[in-house]
């Protein structure tokens, strides 16, 4: 049976140490569907950015708090979900980093590249607690594929 | 180790060569410390030589934006050379690429403190 799409999942604890192995995750994954360098890179960062998130803001830290991240691998998409089990936020409360008064700001931008170099962001409660994050990057169809994606599914 | 940081003076002016990466935790510090050590030190005509750093993220960028405003408040300045194309973009999609002083020759941006 041929599926529609895989699904990668890894759980760290709240340490910055970690995330360098999530962001070589984030390559492996890439590199193995195809993602142009310079795609991947951004897709690296912006995972990276969420996690950092999560680890700093949303588990401040708590070692009994861990971060969960899920790759679902999609014909048409990679599709990635990062949860904490902090207290959650309201993203549209954040200050703007473009804004001329905070543009010296030490801290704040890290939404900002998620929402550049990802196709779509978004932040919703779970509904057991903390915060989730889901990012997605469409895939280039195959060169081969000339524009048909039903080829194009992980696995084949 | 994150990041490489080497130190050169040419005349009244410390030249950091920065080599890896600028990010959330050991980079970012490793650069805060440095740039620190230095202002205490009364050496505040500062640049930081990006040509060697493989990848920021929004805390080393953040890191860069404190290090300008801690030099510029004890009255010198710190200014950037060599910028890879990547932190050039990370640069200017928050923009802050004029914010900076930028430079691509070393012996230009040692001049631009005369």
Redesign the interface.
């Known amino acids: 049976m041929m599926l529609a799409e895989n699904v990668v999942e890894l759980t760290i604890a709240s340490q910055l140490e970690y995330i360098d192995l999530v962001t070589t995750l984030t390559d492996n994954i890439t590199s193995m569907i195809a993602f142009d360098e310079e795609a991947a890179y951004w897709i690296n960062m912006a995972v990276r950015e969420s996690v950092a998130n999560a680890v700093e803001h949303g588990n401040k830290y708590d070692p009994q708090r861990s971060v969960d991240i899920r790759f679902t691998i999609g014909v048409d998409a990679l599709r990635v979900s990062i949860r904490d089990y902090g207290e959650g936020f309201d993203p549209s409360t954040l200050p703007d980093p473009l804004d001329p008064n905070n543009l010296l700001n030490p801290a704040g931008r890290g939404i900002l590249y998620m929402r550049t170099f990802m196709d779509s962001v978004e932040y919703a409660r779970h509904p057991e607690g903390g915060m989730i994050v889901t990012m997605s990057k469409r895939r280039a169809p195959r060169q081969t594929d000339e524009g048909d994606h039903r080829h194009d599914a992980v696995g084949n | 180790m994150q990041l490489e940081i080497k130190e050169r003076t040419v005349g009244e002016v410390v030249i950091l060569d920065l080599i890896g990466k600028i990010?959330?935790?050991e980079g970012s510090v490793q650069l805060r410390d440095t740039v620190s050590r230095l202002l205490e030190a009364g050496h505040n005509r500062i640049i930081l030589n990006l040509g060697g750093v493989t990848y920021v993220?929004?805390?080393g960028?953040?890191?860069l934006?404190?290090r300008?405003?801690t030099t510029k408040n004890t009255g010198g300045r710190l200014k950037l050379l060599n910028l890879p194309k990547?932190i050039k973009d990370?640069l200017m999609?928050?923009?802050?690429l004029t914010?900076f002083e930028i430079y691509e020759d070393e012996q230009v941006a040692l001049d631009s403190f005369q």
């Open positions: 990010t959330i935790g993220d929004s805390s960028i953040g890191e934006v404190s300008y405003t990547k990370l999609i928050t923009k802050l914010v």
